[in-house]
């Protein structure tokens, strides 16, 4: 599990990279002290993501930690009681689940945003988190990734390959669950706030 978790983390760093350059070529970034997608509710992230990132809050500051965690916590015990999320089954199974979540948790921020509009946890972000802004488009103009509504240009696949980093994290998805003696890869996703306040590798 650690050299998978080592081999997730270069893979998150080289997402950096090439979203750096191609952002730069093109002339797009994020607004300044906007933090928008942050502070609207939750987006689903990869199991990888979440046992990613909660070994990586072993390493954050106990301070920060404990108060990212606390507030997790009490996000989670909101949703509960909303009959979106449940402990007992942290994994989302299908699109409808997780647009459900999204809706019914629009008022809430990330547990990792601090008070002045900055990201606590921003060197160990999941990878949605990293190359989240501009619309990626493939060919004919395809959408591979639906960006921000205050971005006015795009970047194109050719200059940002999500096709090979979308291969590249779904094989690595396939050796985490053949480790764990799983066939197939199971089609589930979880929140941040489950992935730092749970432990959720009985779930593989």
Same mark, same amino acid.
């Given at each position: 599990?650690?050299?998978?978790?080592?081999?997730? @983390? %270069?893979? /998150?760093?080289a997402a950096d990279r090439r979203f750096r350059h191609a952002t730069r070529k093109h002339s797009v970034g994020c607004r300044e002290e906007c933090y928008e997608c942050c502070a609207t509710g939750f987006f689903d992230i990869t199991l990888l993501d979440a046992l990613y990132l909660h070994d990586a809050l072993k390493r954050?500051?106990?301070?920060?930690?404990?108060?990212?965690?606390?507030?997790?916590?009490?996000?989670l015990d909101i949703l509960?009681?909303?009959?979106?999320?449940?402990? @007992? %089954?942290? /994994?989302?199974r299908s699109v409808p689940a997780i647009n459900a979540l999204a809706r019914k948790s629009s008022d809430m921020s990330c547990p990792a945003l601090g008070d002045n509009g900055l990201c606590l946890i921003y060197k160990h972000r999941p990878?949605?988190?990293?190359?989240?802004?501009?619309?990626?488009r493939g060919?004919?103009?395809?959408?591979?990734?639906?960006?921000?509504?205050?971005?006015r240009a795009d970047i194109p696949d050719e200059d940002f390959g999500m096709v090979e980093q979308f291969v590249e994290e779904i094989n690595m998805k396939k050796e985490l669950f053949e480790k764990a003696g799983r066939k197939g890869i199971p089609d589930v996703d979880t929140i941040i706030p489950a992935a730092v306040a749970l432990d959720l590798?009985?779930?593989?």
């Open positions: 599990m650690n050299q998978l978790l080592l081999k997730y @983390k %270069a893979f /998150l760093k954050v500051p106990a301070r920060i930690r404990e108060r990212i965690i606390a507030r997790a916590n009490e996000q509960e009681k909303k009959n979106v999320f449940s402990r @007992k %089954a942290p /994994l989302l990878h949605v988190c990293r190359i989240f802004g501009p619309t990626i060919m004919h103009r395809k959408v591979w990734l639906k960006g921000c509504r205050h971005f590798r009985k779930w593989i």
